[in-house]
Every structure is written in structure tokens, then in C-alpha cells.
């Protein structure tokens, strides 16, 4: 899953006070000073990477357990691992919120703001869904490329929604992000139509809940940080997809059971896939928190390259030059759309 969210940066009062508290600790000659300034500065930089590596191994950790649970371990039941995320970033968030207080908790204040977050549960919940039903029929290289094509519609829904529009040359970046896609579909050995409609759908719906999420919880009164979203959010798929996973995967009980019983390490390993879902979700937040959302956006770049690389290691699913070109043009085609919005914004 790849729950998909970010926010702010220090503020600078924050980062004032520290430089001031360092030099008054410093107390000597100027040179004092500076090597305690350094040292702080180089312990925040390793912080971030920290972080950047922590999010990097748990987003594309969750891809590819999803992936090995639901193509390669017989697992085939997309909408109760959902569940099991869900239900994870549920219990998680209240632990984290509640009690290590990781953020301050906001509490839902009216009727009309728990139903904005239940529609964007919902539409989380199909973009979630979507995506790993996906991930049982294409490969995760071809998968990350489609997701790739989030701006897209990020920029078409926001478009119709606030009829807000951006500088023509934003738009024309949007140009290769989907021709890239166009031709890595006609590059791709594994190409699977459905899972193809499966995977656009997810990154639209993932798009949409963006944009409404932006909409919906704009006054000052309603807005929630990404985690305590979560937090509220999580509960509420849970109830959906429960008796959606029953209906719609009968017998997944019985199946669950019986690879439990042949594999020993089945609990451990949804309940290890559950847990780095709600990490992937925490260290977005932190990451966005300690740099900015243009510094997650150019990392989330990288990191969706990254993950094809690992894949294709790990799976051995079979690529090929106009794949990757496709993959590559859709890259840049995003990045150039990332610089246009800062520069004509």
C-alpha cells in the first residue's frame, strides 16, 4: 500500500532558538561556536537520512510483500489484506498519537467534518484496493510506472474542481508523463489489461482523494496533519472493507487458515506486511515534516526508481529497452511538471 500524504517544515523560530541555545552553550571564541553549530547541523542531516531510509525501506517494503503475497504465495485476496493495513494503521496511530505522542491529537469536531473524512476513506479505500488488485497482475516495475501518472490526474481533478488553472508550460509537462506510460504499456511482456485498468484507476482515485482532500478539510477549523487523518480515516475502511471481503472473498477465512497451517510464517509475515504499511504512512509524515513536500516529492521520484530496480532484481519479471524508455521519459515528464508548478506557481 502506499498510502500516499505530506506535509510542513520546521518553522524557523524553532530552528532560531536551537542556533541560539548552541552558541550560548559554546561560551568561548567564535570557533567554539561554529564547531558546535557544524555538529548539530551534520546530527540533523544524518536524522533525515535516517528517516529518508526508513521511508524508503517501508514503501518499498509494502509494495513487495504485497506483491509476494498476492502473485507468489497464493494469498489471493486483495481486499482483506487491505483490511489487514487498515486495521494496523488504526491501532498504530492511536498508539502513536495517543500515547508516545508523535503529534498532538485533533479531535473531529462536528457531524459534516466525520463525514468529509468517512468520503475520503472511501475513496482511500478504492485507490488502496485498486492498487493491489493491480499488483496480481502486472509487475511491480510496470505497476510503480502507472503510479507514476499521479500528477496527471492530480492536475484534471484539481482543474475541475476549482477551475483553477496553471501556466500553459505546467500543463505541456504533463505531455510525457503519460506518453511514457503509452509506451511502456506497448513495451511491457507482462501486460494485463485489467490489472492495467486496475492500476490507472488506483492512481486516479488516489489523485481525486488529494484534491478532495483539499477541499473538504480547507477551513482552518477542519484541517487534520496527515497522521491524525489516519488515525480517523483507518477505522472507518475497516468497517467497509470487512464485509466487503467477505462477500466478495468468500472463502478467505478458510484459505488464511490453511496457509497458516502449511506456511508457519504466514501470521508473521501479514502482520509484518500490516505494520510496514502504517510505517510507510508515519515516515512520509516525518519525512515531509524535517525538509519539505518538494524535497518528498523529488525523493518520492527516486524512490519509485528505486523500486522498480529492486523488483525486477527480486522477481526476475522480464523488461525490456522501450519498457524502461517509457518508464524513464514518464520520470522525467513528472519532474519537469514538479519544477514548472514551483516556478509558475
Same mark, same amino acid.
Given at each position: ?29 567564535? +570557533? ?14 544524518? @536524522? ?49 498519537? $495517543? ?42 516495475? @510496470? ?8 500528477? @496527471?490526474?492530480?492536475? $484534471? ?29 506497448? +513495451? ?19 489523485? @481525486? ?45 478458510? $484459505? ?90
Amino acid at each position: 500500500m502506499s498510502s500516499h500524504s505530506s506535509y510542513s517544515m520546521r518553522n524557523k523560530g524553532s530552528v532560531e532558538n536551537e542556533n541560539k541555545g548552541t552558541v550560548k552553550e559554546s561560551g568561548g571564541g567564535s +570557533g567554539g561556536k561554529s564547531g558546535k553549530m557544524v555538529t548539530q547541523s551534520n546530527k540533523e542531516f544524518m @536524522f533525515i537520512c535516517f528517516l529518508v531510509s526508513l521511508w524508503y525501506s517501508s514503501n518499498i517494503g509494502v509494495i513487495l510483500l504485497n506483491k509476494y503475497l498476492l502473485s507468489n504465495y497464493g494469498f489471493r485476496f486483495p481486499i482483506f489484506l487491505t483490511m489487514c493495513h487498515m486495521a494496523a494503521c488504526a491501532v498504530f496511530s492511536y498508539i502513536s498519537i $495517543v500515547f508516545f505522542k508523535i503529534v498532538p491529537q485533533q479531535m473531529i469536531k462536528s457531524r459534516s467534518q466525520f463525514l468529509k473524512i468517512a468520503t475520503l476513506s472511501i475513496v482511500f479505500c478504492g485507490s488502496v484496493v485498486g492498487g493491489n488488485i493491480s499488483l496480481r497482475y502486472l509487475a511491480v516495475s @510496470f505497476n510503480q510506472a502507472v503510479g507514476a501518472t499521479t500528477p @496527471f490526474f492530480t492536475a $484534471v481533478f484539481a482543474y475541475f474542481a476549482t477551475l483553477k488553472r496553471e501556466a500553459w508550460i505546467t500543463y505541456a509537462a504533463l505531455v510525457p508523463v503519460v506518453a511514457g506510460v503509452v509506451i511502456a504499456s506497448g +513495451g511491457e511482456p507482462g501486460f494485463h489489461l485489467f490489472g492495467f485498468i486496475m492500476c490507472l484507476s488506483a492512481t486516479a482515485a488516489r489523485a @481525486f482523494k488529494s484534491v478532495l482532500q483539499g477541499i473538504l478539510l480547507s477551513s482552518e477549523g477542519e484541517k487534520l496533519n496527515s497522521m491524525n487523518l489516519l488515525l480517523y480515516m483507518s477505522p472507518i475502511a475497516v468497517v467497509l472493507l470487512l464485509p466487503a471481503a467477505l462477500i466478495m472473498e468468500p472463502n478467505v477465512i478458510d $484459505v488464511t487458515l490453511s496457509l497458516g497451517k502449511e506456511h508457519k510464517f504466514m501470521g508473521v509475515l501479514l502482520f509484518l506486511n500490516s505494520a510496514t504499511a502504517y510505517a510507510a504512512n508515519l515516515t512520509n509524515f516525518l519525512v515531509t515534516k524535517h525538509t519539505s513536500a518538494l524535497t518528498l516529492q523529488v525523493l518520492g521520484n527516486a524512490k519509485g526508481a528505486v523500486a522498480v530496480v529492486i523488483s525486477i532484481l527480486i522477481f526476475r519479471n522480464p523488461v525490456t529497452f522501450i519498457g524502461m524508455a517509457g518508464y524513464t521519459v514518464t520520470v522525467m515528464g513528472v519532474v519537469a511538471y514538479g519544477e514548472t508548478k514551483r516556478r509558475f506557481r
